[in-house]
């Protein structure tokens, strides 16, 4: 079922992805730029060529340039059950990815060239079932609290018929999957090495299981081993494959809580488990909620009701769902959320969209702005703002 | 010490506030309204008298305007080494009961007509406390981890120079009143009985201690009884008496979250201990912060740092301190609390307001439309506020 051949995408272009997301480690926004304004086939001969693509592009793609191991990767994948999802590729989370358009080009939070998938899920992509999934997030070292409601909130998030999203880590990252394997439910797991890897090894069999009943998901090729700042790129991943990501513990320093300001910046809710404040384990936790970055949640009702989509319709507008151009094509992720929590309703002030939208009260304010310039919100009343048609 | 002869008060206004808090249940609106209007001697005249004085006051006294005890229950109460504490008296918590003055008189959160107190506390009377003070509260049935945070914390406050404010109960408030005392503390506790009563009387001795070295305080006169409605109506001077309410542990229903919310109705930060999710002993907490009605606390120094006085002075203006007349008189506690946190910024938004003052987002746009109606604040730059002058 995987490495399905009907996928309608020429082996020119899987090759030349297949290039450029191993050449160009991750995140790579000189390269993705490129790819943007020649497309992958000629992005990828320019830069296998040698040409002078400027400071920016030499920096990403060093050396590498020159050992084009494409067909060796699509191979290695193809014999491991795995193929590679593409931009391309009706199957591509389009709208999960949109995200990042909205974000300052710096930051490099940049969508993947490519992802290396293996598993049944991606018989579809990971674009069905982007519109209902949740990233369970957390300490590795994590309490039996932690463990608990990581395990049964992911059953219950299964139930509802949400995907759930991790990192296949020790702790949180592992009770999550096996909570929704545990209920029959879809779970997708994102590496920060290549799918042969088992990491970490004493999660070989449970890697097997998501590989062969949900997804798993990298950046990374085939041998590609998990180094220190692979994780925190691929934190970027799990926040932008989820609807929203929720925080079940993390202590003041914690790769997890990174994977929540990522959903934050992505313009996604970001939800919070609270704890005992007698917990270091939950001192991560209560810091974000005291800042303001995110929602506390005391029940998986609570997350199933927080990630519902707002009216009927996916949370995300997808402008790539039907063809035609969406009116809030080219915004910010802030401010497409913004606009549909405008949707059908009377003029709302801004602590109301936050509310409806998941958005931070000043991202709110800066999102307007953005509808305002592109003439899709007006001011209406004394504190409203609603849709301009 | 207590029952102080030196109090510069006329025996005719304590007779006239005795008669006037025995016979008119509170919250007794009608009743202030018309002791505003006439003054105390006056309207305790005309009361007793039988005036026809509108059917608000006369359903608000009854049968009982006709039995005036007044001098029985101030010579009760100096026998139990007690006193009247009244409007006129220095020692009285003017700044505190100012946050009534800007509700809207139908919600019934009027200020007490007179407190009967005990304890040393009380040479000074309430005034002196009120400026640093926090209430802690939450459910009799508390868990083993809600006393602990309670006893805990509250000794850390004690510490800190904040009075601790609670209700003597089982539970969260025995707990907190026992921490402030170990960490020798000043303690406060406001009673829905007379003060000759130990309730609950497995708390005799506990009251005892609070009453020699600290404040017992209540509206009721000496040997009324703790009717159930009482416990309501008390919580309202428990968030009263306080610069902000610190909720520890309240379920589903919980008569502590109600004293939350008379402290969010008064303009008063609302502090909540999250805790598990597993006990059904923090539900009510996590409902609180889900609403946006309260902020998230970690630890003793974070609710010591949010009640903090905001540049050096108090949280809450006094108009009484210096006599002069302020020019936040007669606005809502919550205008007050705004007006405080604009002071010596440079323009500042509803957000950083909310943050700043305490206030929720929503109440902070009210006492901004209040606040300009009054020419204290103007709109600066795009989405600030300043002071005018």
Redesign the interface.
């Known amino acids: 079922m995987s490495g399905d051949p009907t996928a309608p995408v020429g082996e020119d272009v899987l090759l030349a992805r297949a290039y450029l997301v191993r050449v160009a480690e991750p995140p790579a926004p000189a390269v993705s730029h490129l790819v943007e304004l020649l497309g992958p086939v000629e992005a990828a001969a320019r830069i296998r060529g040698g040409a002078d693509l400027g400071p920016h592009v030499g920096a990403e793609v060093g050396a590498r340039r020159y050992d084009d191991r494409s067909a060796t990767d699509l191979a290695a994948a193809r014999a491991l059950g795995a193929r590679l999802l593409v931009p391309e590729d009706p199957a591509w989370p389009t709208a999960a990815m949109a995200g990042f358009a909205g974000l300052p080009r710096h930051a490099e939070w940049v969508a993947p060239l490519a992802l290396w998938v293996r598993g049944p899920a991606s018989v579809n992509g990971l674009a069905a079932t982007e519109a209902r999934s949740v990233a369970v997030v957390g300490s590795r070292a994590a309490s039996g609290?932690g463990k608990?409601?990581a395990r049964d909130w992911s059953a219950s998030f299964a139930d509802a018929g949400l995907t759930v999203v991790s990192g296949a880590a020790l702790g949180i990252d592992g009770e999550a999957h096996r909570g929704a394997l545990a209920a029959d439910g879809t779970t997708v797991a994102v590496l920060a090495c290549g799918l042969d890897r088992a990491y970490p090894p004493s999660h070989g069999r449970l890697l097997e299981a998501i590989g062969s009943r949900g997804l798993i998901v990298s950046e990374y090729p085939v041998g590609a081993v998990p180094a220190k700042h692979r994780f925190l790129v691929r934190n970027r991943l799990i926040a932008a494959l989820s609807t929203g990501t929720l925080l079940v513990e993390s202590g003041r320093r914690s790769g997890a809580a990174r994977t929540a300001l990522a959903a934050q910046e992505l313009g996604r809710p970001v939800l919070v488990?609270?704890?005992?404040?007698?917990s270091a384990l939950?001192?991560g936790n209560?810091?974000l909620?005291?800042k303001?970055y995110a929602?506390?949640?005391?029940?998986a009702a609570?997350v199933v009701g927080d990630l519902a989509p707002l009216d009927g319709r996916a949370p995300l507008d997808d402008p790539a769902r039907d063809g035609a151009p969406a009116p809030t094509d080219g915004l910010s992720g802030a401010a497409v959320r913004v606009h549909g929590a405008l949707r059908g309703h009377a003029p709302q002030?801004?602590?109301a969209l936050a509310?409806e939208s998941g958005v931070l009260?000043?991202t709110v304010?800066g999102a307007l702005d953005e509808l305002v310039a592109a003439g899709l919100v007006v001011p209406d009343g004394e504190?409203g703002w609603s849709r301009s048609v």
Chains 1, 2 share one sequence.
């Open positions: 609290y608990w409601v488990v609270p704890g005992p404040v007698t939950s001192v209560h810091q909620l005291r303001g929602t506390v949640v005391g029940s609570d002030t801004v602590p509310r009260p000043r304010v504190r």
